[in-house]
């Protein structure tokens, strides 16, 4: 069982309190299910960026399995990291999808727990899925590294299975974006960044983060996630909200970035 690493940090701990931390992210957000194969969500303190996810989440269609990919912001354990174990949160336990696991060719992906019994990226999605939705199982993976030609294989890995299990799948990407600028310069930096992610261009983002030595923890699983989506029919994206860390505080020296998109 991987048990809550940051309730009580990142999002509160009694269950009554959740339920209405989550119920004011989604205020005045109309649920509207999209065809949606893919998503990009963040992944800070729900004060701070709940309400950008919950844009996401709102427009998630029901599916059997949702697949979060993080990054290792700890360092513990595989490069790529599949959890098999159940996870619990304050509403509940969540189990993995084990014939998913099972269906990853494994070239590069490994089953490692260690890497995800610290890590928070994944974690603070599942309150978000078990608000939405009363019936999922998951595959949690971690990515320790998040170059291109990694992520493209991780990606691969997603869609092969996806393909052999047959079943309704969505590819969420667990990411926030520039990390401790001025508010000004951070909206500046991730328009330019998120542009290539609406064109589904892995390629083009890339060479965008390396340019402006971007400070986006999660390029690796959106990467993956647009190779994923793309493989399996995915034509276009949508911003549905971009926000950072200064609308909720006011504080606008530095800041953090946080946008919600869907891939479809």
Known sequence: MRT???????????????????????????????PVLGAVVPHAGYMYSG????????????????????PNHTGHGSPISVSSETWSTPFGEVKSDTDFIKALPKRIIDTDESAHRYEHSIEVQLPFLQYRFRHFNIVNICMGMQDEETSLEVGAEISEAVNRVKKKVVIIASSDFSHYKPDKVAREDDAYFIDPILALDTTEFYHRLYERAASVCGYGPIAAMLSASKNLGAKHATLL????????????????????????
């Open 4 to 34: 809550p690493a940051v309730s009580g940090q990142f999002y509160p701990r009694g269950k009554n309190d959740l339920r209405k931390e989550i119920s004011r992210c989604f205020a005045n957000i109309p649920l509207k299910e999209r």
């Open 241 to 264: 909200k971009y926000s950072t860390s200064g609308d909720a505080t006011g504080d606008l020296s530095a800041v953090v970035g946080y946008a919600g998109i869907v891939i479809e």
């Open 51 to 70: 309400i950008a996810a919950a844009h996401v989440y709102s427009a998630l269609p029901e599916a059997e399995t949702f697949v979060l990919i993080g």
